[in-house]
């Protein structure tokens, strides 16, 4: 089986009755949407969920699962892919523009369990260039910070648009590639510290578990 199927349907049994759950975006995020979709259905389960995007809003409300918002709500469960996984369950996330909210939601999570293909871990974060969503009014700015950081930064462009991608929040995405990453946490909070950053895509700290699924089996990561 795809491993990313693999991982989003464990990840739908772990959901229980009357939880409120974070909806992480992405590829793998969407089979595990699909999967509590028909857990729901099948065992009459009152979930709700809180999107982390258009693309969870839309598909749970195509899905039929109750959204709700962190306004009502606090997730028991935030279940999120990531772009990269370091063995202390650092991440890098935002390969979909989605990091802000999803950083949002999943750290307001009493649990948050990522999902990924195996393929995503590394022994170092940095390979993915990290996403960083930027005031649009403050990108040159931004982009000097970046730079004087040691990061070279490119603004992400759009497929199927002309100019740049803009953010479901409105805002442009840098991604910043650094020479290498050794202390993601400190580097979470400076990047942030750039007037004109609204978020970044380094996500240290949060985790509880990872599920790292392979063509035959899930591996569960825990610190
Ligand atoms: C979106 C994200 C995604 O969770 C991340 O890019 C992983 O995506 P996929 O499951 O498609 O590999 O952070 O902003």
């Known amino acids: ?5 693999r991982v989003g349907l464990e990840a739908a049994l772990r959901v229980e009755d009357g939880m409120v759950v974070g909806l992480g975006t992405g590829s793998t995020t969407h089979h595990f949407i699909k999967s509590l979709a028909e857990r729901l259905k099948e065992e009459e389960l009152e979930v709700w969920g809180i999107p982390t995007s258009y693309q969870s809003y839309f ?3 195509e899905l039929g699962i ?3 918002t962190l306004d009502e709500h606090r997730p028991d469960l935030a279940v999120d892919g990531a772009d990269e996984v370091d063995p202390h369950l650092n991440l890098i996330k935002g390969g979909g523009a989605a990091h802000t909210r999803e950083k949002i939601v999943d750290y307001a999570a009493r649990t948050f369990l990522v999902i ?8 170092q974060l940095g390979r993915f260039p990290v996403p960083v969503e930027v005031l649009p009014g403050a990108m040159s700015t931004v982009k000097e ?21 803009i953010s479901d929040n409105n805002n442009f995405i ?20 750039i007037p004109g950053v609204l978020e970044n895509g380094i996500f ?20």
Not at 116 to 123: I, N, Q, S, T, W
């Open 1 to 5: 089986m795809d491993p990313k199927k």
């Open 116 to 123: 990924v293909d195996e393929a995503k871990l590394v022994d």
């Open 174 to 193: 840098l991604d910043v590639q650094f020479e290498s990453i050794p202390h993601p946490v400190h580097l979470e909070k400076e990047l942030n510290n």
């Open 66 to 68: 109750p959204v709700t």
């Open 204 to 223: 240290t700290g949060a985790v509880d578990e990872v599920l790292a699924g392979s063509v035959d089996q899930v591996k569960s990561l825990k610190k």
């Open 59 to 61: 598909l749970a409300v």
């Open 145 to 165: 910070g970046l730079e004087s950081m040691g990061g070279t930064a490119h603004l992400r462009m759009a497929h199927m648009k002309d100019g740049p991608v």
